[in-house]
């Protein structure tokens, strides 16, 4: 069954620097999607991306975050200067297509630690 | 931000028997409606959606109920198994994007 697949598991990084977090959505999906999850608090929604822009972002995906769909396969979600606050579980998910199947489907996570 | 809510942290029901998960919202503009299934170190997993035009959508021992004029909705699974124990999201989708809003999560523990 094809499942959303996401690099690396787990990230350590010192203040201030950058990381880039990848993932690999389902193959025929065209919407594509990042949320993260700090420890003991909800599920949020940073961004989503439809035909290679921004189609939505939250409060928390500030200047800081950027979204690239760098060939055809991979999405990937940069934070250039990373915070303390920063620290999460960061999911990429995928759907199919946004009328009539609304179901997105979620990568294992990486777990992003900043020192 | 409370627009999803689940009020139950936690869960506990005997294998076989019917496991009922709640979930409540504010926002009259959410006509989508899912659940999500999450273990420890994975990513959260679909298990059954329902739209607003709807009250009920079954699928196996899965059936989601909708309450609009409550803002309520519950996750019933019957029977309940060993393996259905993991931390269940609701997730709600306005007409206007694409954005998922989240529940807390409520604790499911299946005993054998």
């Known amino acids: 069954e094809p499942e959303v697949t996401q690099t690396p598991s787990h990230q350590v990084t010192q203040m201030g620097q950058e990381v880039i977090l990848r993932c690999v959505p389902i193959?025929?999906?065209?919407?594509f999607y990042w949320y993260r999850q700090i420890l003991g608090q909800k599920v949020e929604f940073l961004v989503s991306f439809y035909n290679n822009e921004i189609s939505e972002k939250s409060e928390i995906f500030d200047d800081q975050f950027s979204v690239e769909r760098p060939d055809g396969s991979n999405f990937t979600l940069k934070i250039r200067s990373t915070k303390l606050e920063d620290s999460a579980m960061y999911f990429c998910a995928s759907s199919e297509k946004l009328a009539g199947a609304y179901e997105q489907f979620f990568g294992p996570g990486t777990r992003l630690t900043v020192l | 931000d409370q627009q999803v809510k689940q009020n139950s942290p936690s869960l506990s029901v005997q294998e076989g028997r019917i496991s009922i998960l709640n979930c409540d919202y504010t926002n009259s503009m959410f006509d989508y409606f899912l659940w999500y299934k999450k273990y420890p170190a994975e990513g959260p997993t679909f298990l059954i959606s329902?739209?607003?035009?709807?009250d009920k959508n079954e699928d196996g021992r899965f059936t989601v109920f909708l309450n609009k004029s409550a803002k309520h909705l519950s996750l019933h699974i019957v029977p309940s198994q060993p393996g259905d124990s993991a931390v269940y999201f609701c997730?709600?989708?306005?007409?206007?994007?694409?954005?998922?809003?989240f529940g807390g999560g409520t604790r499911l523990m299946v005993k054998p």
């Open positions: 193959s025929n999906h065209l919407y």
């Open positions: 329902i739209s607003s035009i709807k």
């Open positions: 997730a709600a989708m306005g007409n206007a994007g694409n954005m998922l809003t």
